[in-house]
């Protein structure tokens, strides 16, 4: 298959790139580099060293054969946009290309316009490119579970039967996201049902769980291709940023009780539910949801899976709860279906310590990297 990777200079789209082209598909990378000027603006750094995206689809060359074209630009200029799809003509689309920090978005008004305009306008251009110049391609599009927040019912796969006054309907799960960027998503998956309903275009929205990890077989290959790892108080998510704070000496740090349950899932498993989505494309017209994680776990959980392998590895590491910055339920009851990924193949990896382990050793060999003023959550919701 000819497949756009837009967003694959980032730490979900780079190994996904790779591992589509290993997979043998026609891969072309979209990526308008603004990921790697937010690390500038916030005086911040990938853990790992990153190459170019220059240098790294040359190394990947070198090593497999293989071509992976790259055009840098922004997909909210449309101009660019139309220019690529002419030229590639793809049959799917997969698209990590967005705003995806909670933090960032709620900087200050500034930051939460620019989130809402570069995620909602993006995917806007997107679904209008598609129309006009390949009506047949799948897009396959990330969302997040965040866009459910935590209701006291079980969460379905985008959809819920509902019986209102003797009459049922299947409606779109109610969505109550906690923050402006996850909020660019709902807006996202809005305007995506309605334009498979209007245009008959086939999309796939995958509500993404929070993702952990940092190699995949093919970013292992050479250190040109190692992905990213972000661990400072904007980008880093919980788990990973837990192992990097635990491998620096620095606290675990627990926004209020810690009782917040997400879903997660490993950053291997990432690039095989986009391969999944893509073999099974969505119908003309149809707008389907896949929940795309593989586990549950509390923040507190997590941070005490960590501080023990932490402890073996002689790292003596304390868990310390802080205030939450956020605006959120730190105590609440949480069910999220996942099973339609799994109907289609996916075969989960689990955590356990030995994840955590390899994860922490590569973390370790990188910790002189880190900016330890970045560590502490800056941003407050209020
Ligand atoms: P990332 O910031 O590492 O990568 C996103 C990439 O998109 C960056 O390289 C950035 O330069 C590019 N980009 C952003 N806006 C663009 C635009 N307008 N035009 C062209 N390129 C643009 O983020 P990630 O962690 O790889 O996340 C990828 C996607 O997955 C996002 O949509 C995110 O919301 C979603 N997601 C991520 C997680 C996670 O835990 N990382 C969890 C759930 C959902």
Known sequence: MKIIVAG?????????ALYLS???HDVAIVDSMVRREMDNELHSNSLTPIASLEERVAKWKELTGNDIRTYEGDLTHYDFLREVLKQEMPDAFVHFAEQRSAPYSMIDREHAVYTQTNNVAGTLNVLYGIKEFVPDCHLIKLGTMGEYGTPNIPIEEGYIEIEHKGRKDVLPYPKQPGSFYHLSKVHDSHNMTFACKIWGIRATDLNQGVVYGLETDETKMDPVLTNRLDYDGVFGTALNRFIIQSAIGHDITVYGKGGQTRGFLNIE?????IEIAA???ADQGEFRVFNQFTEEFSVGELAEKVQKVAQEEGCETTIANLDNPRVELEAHFFQAE???LRDLGLEPHLLDDDVIRAIFRTVVRHKDRVIKDNVLPQVSWR
């Open 8 to 16: 694959g200079d980032g730490f979900c789209g780079w190994p996904t």
């Open 338 to 340: 996942n099973t339609k």
């Open 279 to 281: 073999e099974n494309p």
């Open 22 to 24: 290993k997979q043998g």
């Open 269 to 273: 498993d990432t690039v095989r539910c």
